[in-house]
């Protein structure tokens, strides 16, 4: 697969993982669309593209709200007058337990990530069927594995995974590429920016992410992967035996998922 002159969009591309993806297609020769919620941070991002001589343009839209999905193909559509690859990366972490958690902040999490994921598909999947182009969600470990006081992150990720599973089904006659990219632990703001039980920004990460993957190498991996055309992208050692573990020894995984998170900075386990 050969991305020159390719249209790719890249949801919730202001920073982190969705940034890298966009600097890293468009430094192959794709065109790129991107999105954001805040004017200023989808200028910076799209001042960093062009500095790498990357055609880009930037959409102001909040991937909860559908409306904002489809004026945002609209857009590009117009502009580019196609559509060959979604990158649905546009998605929120929370960290609080449950039973304290407000139900508004389980609602922001869906919206985005999992309904984000099925705005944007919508209304961008006609000219991918068109092109035969690829669809992908950066999803999460979580996907696969569910981990404690992530319960809304969690319940996101692997409604996301389903959905992209099945509309995969229904066009593998088709096409069209669906990848389903799930990162491990990796060094972005995404636990900076994190819901807590009444929905306010968590502020520090309560990991250490000195030895984590950045950001710009997931983004590889998802470029490599999209250029092959492959369905599954789990990575990071860990995420790797995290996944394998939880399919042969889910008992025994609970466990050792409950003292892994509990080790956390201010955990709420303790």
């Known amino acids: 697969m050969n991305l020159k002159d390719k249209v790719v969009i890249v949801t919730g591309a202001t920073s982190g993982i969705g940034e890298s993806c966009a600097i890293a297609f468009g430094k192959e020769g794709a065109k790129v669309a991107i999105t954001g919620r805040s004017q200023v941070k989808v200028d910076n991002t799209l001042v960093k593209l062009q500095q790498v001589g990357v055609e880009c343009i930037g959409v102001l839209a909040d991937a909860g709200v559908e409306e904002d999905n489809k004026n945002m193909a609209k857009k590009v559509k117009d ?13 929120i972490s929370m960290r609080a337990l449950f039973e304290e958690l407000d139900t508004a902040v389980f609602h922001k999490v869906m919206d985005t990530n999992f309904w984000g994921t099925v705005y944007a598909t919508k209304y961008c999947l006609p000219e991918i069927l068109d092109q035969k182009g690829s669809i992908i969600g950066v999803s999460s470990i979580n996907g696969y594995r569910g981990t404690p006081a992530r319960t809304a992150y969690t319940a996101s990720k692997y409604a996301m995974n389903g959905f992209l599973e099945s509309l995969r089904t229904e066009v593998m006659k088709r096409g069209v590429h669906i990848l ?10 995404i636990r900076n920016n994190a819901l807590t039980a009444d929905g306010g920004a968590q502020g520090e990460s309560p990991r250490n992410e000195d030895d984590m993957m950045t950001a710009d190498e997931v983004a590889q991996h998802i470029l490599k992967a999209t250029l092959k055309r492959k369905r599954d992208l789990v990575l990071t050692s860990e995420g790797k035996l995290a996944v394998f573990l939880n399919k042969w020894m889910p008992g025994i995984m609970d466990g050792i998922v409950y003292n892994h998170m509990a080790k956390e900075k201010e955990s709420p386990f303790k």
């Open 79 to 91: 502009h580019f007058g196609k559509i060959d690859i979604l990158i649905n990366n546009a998605g």
């Open 180 to 189: 389903v990219a799930c990162p491990g632990f990796t060094a972005s703001n």
